[in-house]
Every structure is written in structure tokens, then in C-alpha cells.
Nanobody, 120 residues
Framework: QVRLVESGGGLVQPGGSLRLSCAAS????????MAWYRQAPGKQRELVAR???????NYADSVKGRCTISRDNAKNMVYLQMNSLKPEDTAVYYC??????????????WGQGTQVTVSL
């Protein structure tokens, strides 16, 4: 059984910072690449950042230099430090494996996400 619980979102002014956290349960964590995704209203979900089990990272061009993904394998946690936030970062943020975890039904599993709103 896989469960992903995101937290840490909120309302922040442009230029502000947030740290998102993801608690992962189940036998998925330490051997999988983990990632943060986001979905803005009216847009498709997109991958923001990924981190391999040994800590190699990749970022979408839109967040490169402003976001840092990290993981704590001992605690089954994934984090996304977001700095210099822009209004266009407003979205629901999800963590998941990369590619996204699929249930036995074949459907992808997603947690509830955490809302990030960047606005004055």
C-alpha cells in the first residue's frame, strides 16, 4: 500500500519562500526516483523536480535556480524548498515517484497535494 502526504503549502507574496514536505509510506521510497509535480488551474500536471535514490537532481527550466529538491531516505521524506516565488508558481503541488506510481488497477496514484498560492 502506497500513501503520499504532501504539506507545507500556503499563501505567500511574490519573492517569498516555502518548503514543501512529502511523507511517503509503503515499500516505494528508498529505491525509487522521487519527484515533485504541480498542476495549475486549467493546465496539465507538470514535473517540477526529481531526485534519484542517490541524490542526483533535475529541475524544470521554470524553477531552476529557485527550487531545491531533497530527500531523507531514513525518514521516507521528500522536500521542495521554493525561493523567489512568482505568481506563475501558483498550483497544487504533488509528490510522487518518477514516473508516477500506478495502482494495481493501472491508474496512477496521486495524494491530495498541497496548494501554493503566490499573490500580493
Amino acid at each position: 500500500q502506497v500513501r503520499l502526504v504532501e504539506s507545507g503549502g500556503g499563501l505567500v507574496q511574490p519573492g517569498g519562500s516555502l518548503r514543501l514536505s512529502c511523507a511517503a509510506s509503503g515499500s516505494i521510497f528508498s529505491i525509487y526516483t522521487m519527484a515533485w509535480y504541480r498542476q495549475a488551474p486549467g493546465k496539465q500536471r507538470e514535473l517540477v523536480a526529481r531526485i534519484t535514490p542517490d541524490g542526483n537532481t533535475n529541475y524544470a527550466d521554470s524553477v531552476k535556480g529557485r527550487c531545491t529538491i531533497s530527500r531523507d531516505n531514513a525518514k521516507n521524506m521528500v522536500y521542495l524548498q521554493m525561493n523567489s516565488l512568482k505568481p506563475e508558481d501558483t498550483a497544487v503541488y504533488y509528490c510522487n515517484t518518477d514516473p508516477p506510481w500506478r495502482l494495481t488497477t493501472g491508474r496512477p496514484y496521486w495524494g491530495q497535494g498541497t496548494q501554493v498560492t503566490v499573490s500580493l
